[in-house]
């Protein structure tokens, strides 16, 4: 039976810690001059708004309504924008931006953004996983 090491830390501590339940990764940013940035993979709050945003309740004997192209866009721009907020983290942990920062977020959301999505959206599970459960 192997013992094991007594920590300086607490057990409570490391479980409490505002980050502690979600995975997370350390990257520079080419374009932002190398700035090292942490993404973490979206809390399930995130996830919620997302999934609100893309598929809106829809009254009952009702047909969601088609969207054009560029409605489907700027919907799709708004989800991400929502879960990027989330997960962009300062070196600190902290969120950089804060759930009034979306507008702000939304006029200069681009290719770099997303690609940080992406790679905060690998840490975690699917959506598909997450709405099995």
């Known amino acids: 039976m192997s013992k094991i090491q007594p920590s300086s830390v607490s057990l409570r501590d490391l479980a409490l810690a505002p980050s502690s339940g979600f995975r997370s990764k350390i990257i520079p940013v080419p374009e932002w001059n190398g700035e090292k940035v942490m993404l973490r993979e979206p809390s399930g709050e995130a996830w919620l708004r997302f999934r609100e945003i893309m598929t809106p309740d829809v009254p009952e004997g009702e047909e969601a309504p088609k969207l054009t192209q560029a409605e489907a866009y700027v919907r799709n721009k708004k989800a991400d924008v929502i879960m990027f907020i989330d997960v962009l983290l300062d070196d600190k942990g902290e969120r950089v931006f804060s759930d009034a920062d979306e507008d702000t977020v939304m006029k200069i959301y681009g290719p770099v953004h997303s690609r940080l999505l ?16």
Request: aromatic share 0%; no cysteine; net charge negative.
């Open 118 to 133: 992406s790679q905060a959206l690998g840490l975690g599970i699917t959506q598909e996983v997450a709405e099995a459960k």
